[in-house]
């Protein structure tokens, strides 16, 4: 019966309420608005109340008094709404405690910048369940357009689980004005800094409970709360301020927070939870979707979402603790606990791949999806506990910035449909470059491959110039027992994983990188930029495939969203690099010559037989290794021409590039023959490049050809080759880090002519082995095909023309080897009519002939020397060997192949007729050289047979053998010759009276036979042959100190010409 009585007063007492609330002004809430189903506005009172509820006190019409944030008190005087039935007697004559007073069931208004308190007192048994609704209402202007409600203590029942009745006793709940009702609930016991912002500007909050706790346990309602109403202008952490607005999106209709959010490339776009910065609502699925329609022509959108500050997100992601435990970001099934968590699809449905799903709170770094659109799903749990730490150290929910970017539409930067991120880079499109992993995120367990393909003969450099791999935090990984998140895998050769295609056996692993492992980086390359040019990547920094092909394979297993990988590197498809040195051989019997001259210290023991045609091209490498730019300063490569002795090789250069060296080439007047003019300060600073022909007829002996060093565009045939084996070095020295292929090169062809197959010219039948002389003594002389007009010589070219020596002299533009009889003692003596001629008197010689004479052992030293055509010149050049000069033998010197040989060619342009002699001579001993004249003095024991003009010691085979071999004569003197024929006159003499005309028959004979003997052995002098390698000859060393004219005046002597024409006149009388 009591019972029932309470009930009746606590009905009266409600209804009063609402009579009196009817007669309030409440702008802005419309009469259909519910806080919660089933439920009406309450708004607050106005007149006082009586105790009993039955009758109410008269008042005077002042409705428009107060304002709506006030509580109109009896006495007329106006009080903030939190003042009503707060246990204060505020008005003066306690109308705003009557008796029964409660609450619950009323709007509040409140003024903007004023802090507003309310609590609601804990019901008692006998009034189970409790039902309490309280109406916040922001009326715009100075009244407010937001709420903020800071829940000061709460406690509502018991909170058991965030996913099932989860609020047995009691709960709260909040309902936005014009958002459906989530359902969602608060309980549990919980204090700190808990704040609620609403997303409109009229929420409902309701509290309910069914059952206290039981007595001894503690009590379980205790509900204090702080409220104020703020302008949307000072919502900055939402809206953003006045120099920079957020934009959060369009509301969907009919949703609580689903957006849309476009253009996202001119306005700042922001991605906020429900109710930002405040705590989140419960039991929510929020769908936010971005949208780019449009991109520049020939690009692509992409979206990415992130938040560099760790304090703007928290989602929910395990029981709070009071210690303040270390934030972080966990993934997957980790967000299982309370089921709060945000879902990122790469696309625009949730059937689209899951890029991740994440809670809990730190940094989010880019998160990027494939395509124009993205979707983002925000989910929580029914059930809660608002607990929130002190000190306020993170905001709760989340806000993500959104970014458009643009990437080229045939870049590799993204994954396109259905390719299963296989990137395939062909050096059809292009032979470099410079690959960087997809700007967008990837998926869980995604394995990503680049497989570079080349062309045959194409090898794969591969330098990476940065190389990032996010290490995943052991709390927040998916798997504690996995080895590592991201794993890379470089592998020599195609690793193509496809049914249809089988993969290829001969793929090799070069390398495999996992956790803080990294590959080789060629990091400083980073330092480059227009000004500075950086070292080029060496072979330790890189990566080189040994055939057309490479792959990396990079297998991801928990993606690259929260754990990014990146990385840069350069690639280029460059010709291999096996040698430069090549070898082009052909003989008529499809085989390369052997011969005897066809070995060169040039050469290397890696050279290639490239080729046994008869024609072709050959040209510079294209291996950027070779070249500064992959490393090399200097380059030397070696082009070899072998043929058989009877043919020949025609070279021509079509093309060729020497970079920006100081070097000129031009045609040599004296010998018309290419020649490179270098500045020597250039070369030492800047370097080389040039390409050089040299041929090899004797082993050993290298004669330089040609040398071009400048820029070719026009044809360039070099037709003036005499041996069968050529070599064409390309020699660049001191390049810079920038220099290739494409600075340094050349183009040419060759061909294999047989002699006199496309020439009209006599060739000369002599072989290069017959044109190698060794002796005491020698002459080569030069006979053209039509020979000038010589007064006296019309008897001795008759006579030659029977000779074995009309060979040698139509061997014109063709080298001679002479050697000494013994190379250990032995010195050359050469002598030619002639005198040495220079670029700067060249124009001074009357004739277009020429006759060089190099050292054999260094035929860079060399001397051109213009012939004299007649018999009655005076001017003559004398040579010889290297070391002569020498007072003391450097054996070292002395034991060099060819140290002391001669090279003599003739360069015929004109018809003419010329002679060089040549013969073996030695040194006095060292003990006798005490004065410059001694030589002539000293004792016959010492040097028996010698040439004083020469200070030189003969062969006593040469001396009064009938021929004229000192320069003077001396050799034939009759003071010298005499001895040999006192005792045959005497013998004469004695036995002319005793044997008559016997002996004088006897005498004619002997003379006869001696003749015939002494012309025998002349000709056999003249044909010696010998093998020979490398020489050097010193031309300081010409005439020894003497000229020609000295050395005639003083000895009578007679030029290489009168010597010839003595002696053939000589043998005539015999």
């Not at 039509?786 to 020596?805: F, K, Q, S």
Request: charged content about 20%.
């Amino acid at each position: 019966m009591l019972m029932c009585r309470r009930l009746l007063l606590i009905a009266a007492a409600i209804t009063a309420s609402i009579e009196a609330g009817s007669a309030s002004y409440h702008p802005g809430i419309s009469s259909d608005y519910s806080g919660y189903p089933g439920f009406p506005v309450y708004p607050a009172s106005t007149s006082s109340e009586t105790s009993s509820g039955a009758t109410t006190t008269p008042t005077t019409n002042l409705e428009n008094v107060c304002r709506p944030s006030e509580y109109l008190c009896g006495t007329g005087n106006c009080v903030a709404q939190d003042k009503y039935c707060d246990g204060e007697n505020d008005c003066g004559d306690n109308s705003d405690e009557p008796k029964y007073c409660t609450l619950c069931n009323r709007t509040l208004y409140g003024d903007v910048g004023r802090t507003y308190r309310v609590e609601v007192r804990r019901p008692r048994e006998d009034r189970l369940p409790f039902l309490c609704h309280l109406n916040f209402t922001a009326a715009g202007s100075d009244l407010g357009d937001l709420v903020q409600l800071t829940f000061d203590t709460f406690t509502v029942g018991r909170f058991l689980s965030f996913t099932s009745e989860g609020c047995p006793d009691g709960y709260m709940t909040i309902r936005e004005k014009g958002r459906p009702a989530t359902g969602g609930q608060w309980c549990g016991s919980a204090w700190g800094y808990t704040v609620y912002y609403s997303e409109t500007p009229s929420i409902n909050l309701t509290l309910y409970l069914l059952r206290l706790a039981e007595q001894g346990s503690g009590y379980n309602f205790d509900f204090k709360l702080s409220y104020k109403f703020l302008r949307r202008s000072e919502a900055h952490l939402r809206y953003g301020n006045s120099s920079m607005s957020t934009w959060r999106g369009e509301l969907v209709n009919g949703t609580y927070c689903d957006r849309v959010l476009t253009k996202c490339d001119t306005r700042a776009c922001r991605l906020q939870s429900p109710n930002y910065p405040g705590v989140y609502p419960r039991n929510v699925t929020c769908y936010y979707r971005v949208e780019q329609n449009r991109a520049p022509p020939g690009h692509r959108a992409l979206l990415a979402v992130s938040q560099r500050n760790s304090h703007k997100i928290h989602i929910k992601d395990q029981v709070v603790k009071y210690d303040g435990s270390q934030r972080i970001l966990r993934v997957w099934d980790q967000c299982n606990v309370v089921q709060d968590y945000l879902t990122v699809y790469d696309g625009g449905s949730t059937s689209d791949k899951v890029l991740v799903r994440l809670c809990g709170g730190d940094a989010v770094p880019d998160i990027v999806s494939s395509h124009n659109t993205m979707l983002l799903e925000f989910h929580t749990s029914p059930y809660d506990n608002p607990f929130h730490p002190v000190p306020l150290s993170f905001l709760p929910g989340f806000e993500l910035e959104v970014q458009v970017l643009f990437v080229d539409e045939k870049s590799r930067s993204f994954v396109k449909e259905n390719n299963n991120c296989d990137f395939y880079i062909p050096s059809d499109e292009s032979s470099s470059g410079v690959l960087e992993n997809p700007k967008h995120s990837l998926p869980p367990n995604t394995t990503c491959r680049y497989h570079f393909q080349g062309k045959p003969n194409e090898i794969v450099w591969l330098s990476f110039v940065k190389y990032y791999a996010a290490s995943a935090d052991a709390a927040a990984s998916i798997d504690v027992a996995s080895d590592c998140n991201a794993k890379l895998l470089i592998w020599d050769g195609d690793r193509t994983i496809n049914k249809l295609i089988p993969m290829r056996k001969n793929i090799t692993l070069m390398g495999q990188f996992c956790k803080d492992d990294t590959p080789r980086l060629c990091d400083h390359s980073l330092l480059r930029n227009g000004s500075r040019h950086a070292r080029p990547c060496s072979l330790a920094e890189s990566y080189v495939s040994s055939g057309r092909d490479l792959t990396l394979e990079h297998i991801l297993r928990q993606g690259s969203a929260l754990y990014p990988i990146s990385f840069v590197l350069r690639y280029e498809f460059v010709h291999e690099a096996v040698s430069c040195n090549h070898v082009f051989g052909f003989a008529s019997t499809s085989s390369t010559s052997s011969t005897s001259s066809s070995s060169s210290s040039s050469s290397s023991s890696t050279s290639l037989l490239s080729s046994l045609a008869k024609a072709g091209k050959f040209a510079s490498p294209k291996s950027v290794f070779f070249y500064g730019r992959g490393g090399a300063q200097n380059v030397s490569c070696v082009y070899r021409f072998e043929t058989e002795p009877d043919h020949r090789i025609e070279l021509s250069i079509s093309r060729a590039s020497f970079g920006d060296k100081g070097c000129s080439s031009y045609v040599d007047p004296l010998v018309n023959r290419w020649t490179c003019d270098r500045r020597i300060g250039d070369s030492t600073k800047f370097g080389t490049a040039e390409l050089i022909v040299a041929e090899y007829p004797w082993q050993g002996v290298e004669l330089v050809r040609d040398c071009l060093c400048s820029n070719v565009s026009d044809r360039i045939v070099l037709r003036t080759l005499t041996s069968n084996v050529i070599e064409v070095r390309f020699t660049v020295t001191l390049m810079n880090v920038t220099q290739d292929y494409r600075d340094f090169y050349f183009e040419g062809e060759y061909r294999f002519v047989a002699l006199g197959a496309e020439s009209s010219e006599q060739g000369c039948s002599t072989k290069l082995e017959e044109r190698r002389l060794r002796g005491t003594s020698g002459e080569i002389s030069l006979r053209s095909p039509l020979p000038r007009v010589i007064p006296g010589v019309a008897a001795v070219e008759e006579i030659l023309t029977n000779t074995e020596d009309l060979t040698a002299t139509q061997c014109v533009n063709e080298p001679w080897l002479i050697e000494p009889e013994d190379a250990r003692i032995n010195y050359l003596y050469l002598r030619t009519a002639g005198y040495s001629i220079t670029l700067d008197n060249v124009e001074e010689c009357t004739t277009l002939n020429r006759i060089v004479v190099y050292s054999a052992a260094n035929t860079k030293d060399r001397s051109v020397i213009c012939p004299e055509g007649g018999v009655d010149t005076a001017r003559t050049v004398d040579f010889f060997s290297g070391g002569w000069n020498y007072s003391a033998i450097n054996t070292t010197v002395a034991m060099m192949q060819h140290s002391r040989s001669f090279v003599v060619e003739f360069l015929q342009r004109e018809p003419g007729f010329y002679a060089v002699t040549w013969m073996a001579i030695s040194k006095r001993s060292s003990s006798s050289s005490v004065g410059p004249n001694v030589f002539s003095i000293m004792p016959h024991e010492e040097c028996p047979y010698r040439c004083p003009e020469i200070q030189a010691c003969i062969s006593s085979v040469l001396w009064c053998d009938g021929i004229r071999h000192c320069p003077s004569g001396f050799d034939e003197e009759e003071t010298n010759c005499s001895y040999r024929f006192g005792v045959t006159l005497l013998y004469v003499a004695v036995g002319a009276g005793a044997l008559g005309i016997f002996l004088i028959l006897l005498l004619a004979t002997g003379c006869l036979k001696y003749c015939l003997y002494r012309h025998k052995a002349r000709k056999k002098k003249k044909n010696v042959v010998l093998n020979v390698n490398h020489l050097h000859v010193n031309h300081t060393h010409h005439n020894n100190g003497l000229t020609g004219s000295r050395l005639s005046g003083r000895y009578n002597l007679a030029t290489p010409q009168e010597m010839y024409l003595e002696n053939y006149g000589k043998d005539s009388i015999c």
